[in-house]
């Protein structure tokens, strides 16, 4: 974590000193997340129609997840989920100066997930029900991941703008120990690759 909030905090100090006279900064919201329970928020710090640093943040409101009951499994955890993220990243917009403008970028994510719930253990006996064993189990991760984005940009009026596209991540380290396979990592989603389309406010003049 402390490596994204110095990285944000240079980002801010440069967008403030040297390009300061060129900034036409943005804040937008992703609505994909919105499926997992996540409010995603993002400004755009320092932007040019060459490229722009952005910052996101994200919160992953509590969830509960269950054993899939169509499987039996001999230990399963369920419980609740949530957690928060914050990202800094780039892009570059390989054409500038067309309606629907391309954009290829970078980014790196330190995401922290809650985990808390309860694990189960079925154990073999000779007359059903079988009842399992329960034990308390909960978890508190931090993970940071590295990724790719990529999609287009299309002015929708003056100030407001619609970025579709998708983005892929790769923990740096190792992947979360989650408890439970489908549980959502803030800032990751469930799989590696995941959806954006995101609405974007211009807060100055192009």
Known sequence: MKTIYLLS????VLSH???AQRLSPQIGL???????KTVEVNATVLRTPEYEIFLHGGYSFPRNYLKNKNDFEWQYWEGKSSGAYLRVGGRAFLNSNRKFRMFL???LTESYLKQSGTNYHVIECIVAPCYPLESAAAKKTNALSAGITGGFRSNLASRLSLDLGIQANTYVFEKPDLLNNMVYVPGVGRKPVQGVASIQ??????
């Open 9 to 12: 905090f240079g980002l801010l």
């Open 17 to 19: 000193g040297l390009f």
């Open 30 to 36: 992703n609505g994909v997340p919105l499926f997992d």
């Open 105 to 107: 970028g970078v980014q």
């Open 201 to 206: 406010y211009t807060l100055k003049g192009r």
